[in-house]
């Protein structure tokens, strides 16, 4: 999921790692450090357009190593929310670094998550919303004002990941990616169709930023 703002890295148990809250915390998640910046998956890639395969082996170094390349990779393209098939990987798993309506930052993954259907009505709230898999365009679209998803971490550990305002919304966003849907197919006709076409103008713009951007973070040579 993409954003025109990042959060400022501060952690004074403002930051939840996991779910969980945290004394400190560096700006860039650890896990970066250990990646490469793996090319972004865009609208009309298969790949995007199916659900996402069940995860089944836990704690394995493959595993390790999906979570560290989407962790850099969505840093380098200024994003707070990373799906695998966004890599092109069709596991059910995505990493987030995103701040919610009260200020707090959330940093983590996820794996096989499920969103909790919610049983009486839901508050759905107006935002502008983009896609690192759609370079360029947002598009104002209705989302949940507070969500909840359930799934296990690498190690299969059970996680449950609450969030309100655009952290609501970036889980919700990143668990349409792992059934297949992106941002776009919740638009309308019209909307989808400018949204495309602003894409395709901006793309090269956009691809070049995140080039830069991975280059100011040392990690250009891993560009696949």
């Given amino acids: ?82 799906a695998a098939n966004q890599i092109g990987v069709d596991l059910h798993v995505f990493v987030y670094d995103c701040p919610d309506s009260d200020g707090i930052r959330h940093v983590g993954h996820i794996v096989n998550p499920v969103l909790d259907d919610p049983a009486g009505p839901r508050s759905l709230v107006e935002a502008s919303e983009g896609c690192l898999s759609v370079p360029g365009p947002r598009r104002e679209l209705g989302r949940a004002d507070h969500t909840v998803v359930r799934g296990v971490d690498k190690d299969g550990n059970p996680l449950v990941l609450e969030g309100t305002g655009y952290f609501a919304r970036c889980l919700q966003h990143e668990t349409d990616h792992l059934d297949g849907m992106l941002y776009m197919d919740r638009l309308s006709a019209r909307d989808r169709r400018t949204a495309l076409a602003e894409s395709a103008e901006q793309r090269e713009r956009v691809l070049a930023e995140r080039l830069a951007r991975a280059e100011q973070m040392g990690a250009a040579h891993a560009v696949e």
């Fill in 1 to 82: 999921m993409a954003t025109p703002s990042r959060t400022d890295g501060s952690a004074d148990r403002r930051t939840r790692v996991l779910g969980r809250p945290v004394d400190t915390y560096p700006q860039i998640a650890p896990e970066a450090d250990r990646g490469r910046v793996r090319r972004i998956t865009e609208v009309g890639d298969s790949v995007l357009h199916r659900p996402c395969r069940p995860v089944t082996a836990f704690g394995t170094a493959q595993l390790s190593r999906l979570v560290d390349d989407m962790f850099l990779t969505m840093y380098a393209a200024r994003g707070v929310g990373l």
